[in-house]
Structure formats: C-alpha cells, structure tokens
C-alpha cells in the first residue's frame, strides 16, 4: 500500500497534469491507472502474481536456440538477437495484449493448426495470424487490410475470398485462412524458405524479388527490406516464444481461464433473394448478434441471394430448415402493404418523420446505401410501430435522366456510423 501511495504522490505532483481543466481531471486518470499496472505488474486481479512477474531482462533468458517452420534463426549474429530481443520486450511489456492473445488462441488455434496439417504445412504459421489481427475478425490496417490474416481486397479476391457489400470472407476465419495458407504456399514454392515466405506476405513478392535481385542475397537476415517487414518475422518470433511458453514470460493462465473453442453447426441456405438474418437467428432459436458473431463475414443486416453455408448455434441445426421455411413464409406474407411509392420532394428524412420512425430503422428495414440517391417512383417497406420488423426484398426502380430525377440525399455520416455494418464500418479502430 505503502508503494501504491508514493507512486500516486509522484504523479499528482508530475507538471504536465497540474493545469485545473478536463484534460487535467484525464490525464491523472490515466496516470493512476498507469501506475497501478506497474505496481500490480499488469492488469489488476490479472492471472499472474505481481510477486512472481519476472523482469523484462530476466525474460530474455528464456530466448535459447530458436527456429521457423524448421528454418533456424541465427541468434549468434548480434544484429538478429537485438531485432528479436526488442519485440519481445515490446510484447511482454504489453500485458494485456499477451493476456488476450493467450485466452483468445484456445478458440481459434485449434482450427487454424488442423488446417495446417491437412496441408502438411509447419505448424508455426500459425503465429503469423496473432501478429496480423491479435484474433480479431474485424481488425483492419490503415491500408486497407481486413480480417484474422489481413488480406488486401485485391489479394483477398486473387485467393478465391468473396469481398464486396454483402460479404467479406477476410472476416471468416475459415475462408480466410484457407486463402491464406494458399498463398503462403505459392511464396514457399517461389522463394523456397518459410522465413522468404513470410517476408512476401508482409510486403508483396514483387517487392521482395527486387530487393533480393537488387542485394544479391536471398537469406532474411541479411536483406534490407521495408522496415515493417523487417520487423515482421521478428514479432512472429516473440509472439512464438511468449505463447509456446507463458510460463516462462510471468503469464500464468488456469485452463479454465482460457475463452473456450468455437463450436457450431452448419447449415446450407440457399437464397433466390436477400433474407433478413434476424429470420436465421429466429430458426436457430438464438439472438441476431449470435448469427453475427458466428459469421462476421455477413455485413448489414441481411444475407444476400446465393447459396450460403452458416454457422449457427451448436445443436441447432436439428429441424433448422423446417422453421426457417416457415417463417420466411410468414415473413413475405407480412410484408404485404407495406410499401410506400416514393413521391416528387420526398427525402428518407422526409420519409422518416412522415411515419414517425428512426431514419436509421428506414435505411436499415430497406437495405438502403446512404450514399446513393432515391428517385420518384421508388418503393421502400415501411414499418411502424404496430408492425413487426421488415425488410426491403424488392427491385428498386430507376427513373431516367430528366426534370423528375431527385438529386442524391447526403446523409451526415454520424447518423448511420453505428447503425449500418458494412456501410461506414464501426470497426476500424481495435484497441486489442
């Protein structure tokens, strides 16, 4: 306690925090709970004793003989220990990075190391997800990247992934990796070393064959490459070390600490038109955000027509198809008379308050891009309040060019950022 008190005397005396605003008020937030990491040695009531944390040079000990993929590191050259050393400092320093790192691989490692040796391919490849997306479906780069292995749009569809409004298969962890493994199988084949292979993921083989073209050399260690990439293999190193052996980095997590494995069934939709996913959550008797959650790769609130395989709660594929059939049944019977046929001078917010219901609700129950404009003649399904919720399954109409085409409605992006997945996308910034 006693230390607890000198650390908080040192911060509230810090001159950087001593001004009397709302900033202030923050900072010494932030600066207590800073210090309460360092004196607890990580997150408070964390899974390691503080008493027990070892130091950060005490944790490079655990750094002995080291490969990848069968490919060995050469940790006698001074300038490859360094590089290694440095990330896994940064990485151990970021407890509770490591913490979640560790509690999400029981749920994901598993289907990513059987799909490694269906493929006879190493097993530790696998890390290589941990440093792209720290497990998180929805993670995505400043480029553009998306998805457990961070696939660029334009490699994502080159691998077979299905990318666009409705689906983004760089989310699914199944199709992801698939397309992944695929592609580190071609730059294996390419550069004829795993560690080469990694390097090209990071930066395009385009890239690393100039470099090695122009250097003269195909050894990692020994190449000047874009520094990201040189760092790449290196945090696919500490992320190997800490994980294979936690223990030994102060991490001591009980099993049943663990967040447990993924487990599903799988059922085939086939759609002739977009359906609403509330109707899957409702025939496996579940939530809408499970639905979602199990398949993150479905944006917005619909599935669109084509033939879909979906995971959906573990045991209940029994008699799914049965009640999925009979509520879409019910559902295309309720939407009738419930369009609306959009007039001259109309708007959705026009529209919206008419009926008196959230502008959001609208775009969400009509499928509605913001960015795009509505023209007289345009129908949209309407729901109000005496009605159940409904969905747009209908083919919009397009009014040529002439005196009666509306101009397009701009929508301030604040209105919708929360409400329509897929559109603005609310998960570009993941803290962990």
Known sequence: MSKQISLFRIIFRFPIIRTKNTLSTRCRIVSLLVAWFVWAGGVPGAFCEPANFPSLLSSLEAIGPLDFCGERVPLEIQEVRERLEKETLLSVWNRPQVILWLKRSRRYLPHIEEML????????????????????????????????????????????????????????????????????KELHSTFGSWTLAVAGYN???????????????????????????????????SVKLIISAPEEFGFKIMEEQYYPPITFDEVRIDCTEKIPIRIIAQAARNHFKVVKDLNPEIRGHYLPSGNHDILIPNGAAEGFQERFRRLMKDFLAELRGRIYVIEKGDSLSLIAGKFNIPLSALIIWNDLDPRSPIYPGNELIICTEDTKPCVADITTKRIPEGPERRQPLVLEKQQISTEVDGLLDPYAIIPF
Not at 206 to 229: F, K, M, R, V, W
Request: proline letters at 4%; a neutral charge.
């Open 117 to 184: 040796r269906d493929r006879k391919m190493p097993d530790d490849l696998k890390f290589v997800a941990v440093v792209e997306s720290a497990f998180l479906p929805h993670a995505r780069s400043a480029k553009g990247a998306v998805g457990f292995w961070q696939f660029l749009p334009d490699t994502g569809r080159k691998y077979g992934l299905v990318i666009n409004r409705q689906i983004d298969e760089r989310r699914n962890l199944f199709a992801s990796t698939r397309a992944a493994l695929q592609y580190l």
């Open 203 to 237: 930066m395009g083989e385009d890239g690393l064959s100039a470099e090695i073209l122009e250097q003269e050399s195909n050894d990692y260690y020994n190449l000047y490459l874009p520094l990201e990439t040189q760092r790449f293999l290196f945090r696919i190193l």
